[in-house]
């Protein structure tokens, strides 16, 4: 059970990135996925959620009109579109697998298997 997270990057303020995060070795159709995030000096902080169907999702305020998450129907990858970063999304993403399926549970205790992070760093 392995969740492989990819697309991070050096990007100007302003710009975008889109990271991904694929399941190998189970599938995790029907749970919910979400994205954290550590940032230096400060502790993993939940970014965004999407429940088992897809249709449900949830945004940390800072990320909130510019974050997007989905993830496909089969359930195996899912992504988060980051659009107009600012600096302060500069921080290691961590994507997660629920261990239910609802989004209304975000705390680090509620995700069972975590991948391994990939660095974003914004520039101004």
């Known amino acids: 059970v392995q969740l492989q997270a990819s697309g991070g990057g050096l990007v100007q303020a302003g710009g975008s990135l889109r990271l991904s995060c694929a399941a190998s070795g189970r599938l995790f159709r029907g749970k919910a996925m979400g994205w954290f995030r550590k940032a230096p000096g400060k502790d993993r902080e939940f970014v965004s959620i999407?429940?088992?169907?897809?249709?449900?999702?949830y945004y940390r305020d800072s990320v909130r009109g510019r974050f997007t998450i989905s993830r496909d129907s089969a359930g195996n990858t899912v992504w988060l579109q980051m659009n107009s970063l600012e600096p302060e999304d500069t921080a290691v993403y961590y994507c997660a697998a629920s261990r239910f399926s609802g989004a209304e549970y975000q705390r680090e205790a509620d995700f069972l298997t975590w991948g391994q992070g990939t660095k974003v760093t914004v520039s101004s």
């Open positions: 999407i429940n088992g169907s897809g249709v449900r999702k």
